[in-house]
């Protein structure tokens, strides 16, 4: 079993910065891709970020030039360093990561417990 601590999240004034940190541990074999979903009230999931074991990454639209991710592959972390942020970037932001466990066959997608990120005006 494979779970996905997250932390960092919190209230924060538009213009504010925050930065989520996502950890993954358990019977680990590989991680591939780790990135953050985010979902607000009334809306649909969304993509925010996602980024590769080679570094590559992809990023929604609306956050492109404000939300930098990073990972460190010894350590099977994600980070998401947000700034500018608007009051529309509210939403539980969810942190995932796909990759193999000990002993089982094929790739699985493990998913965190959510993290609820709140911009006020």
């Known amino acids: 079993q494979v779970h996905l601590v997250e932390s960092g999240g919190g209230l924060v004034q538009a213009g504010g910065s925050l930065r989520l940190s996502c950890a993954a541990s358990?019977?680990?074999?590989?991680?591939?891709?780790m990135g953050w979903y985010r979902q607000a009230p009334g809306k649909q999931r969304e993509l925010v970020a996602r980024?590769?074991?080679?570094?590559?990454?992809n990023y929604l639209d609306s956050v492109k030039g404000r939300f930098t991710i990073s990972r460190d592959n010894a350590k099977n972390t994600v980070f998401l360093q947000m700034n500018s942020l608007k009051p529309e970037d509210t939403a539980v932001y969810y942190c995932t990561a796909e990759g193999r466990s000990v002993g089982v066959v094929g790739v699985e997608y493990f998913w965190g417990q959510g993290t609820q990120v709140t911009v006020s005006s």
């Open positions: 980024i590769t074991s080679g570094g590559i990454t």
């Open positions: 358990g019977s680990i074999a590989s991680i591939n891709v």
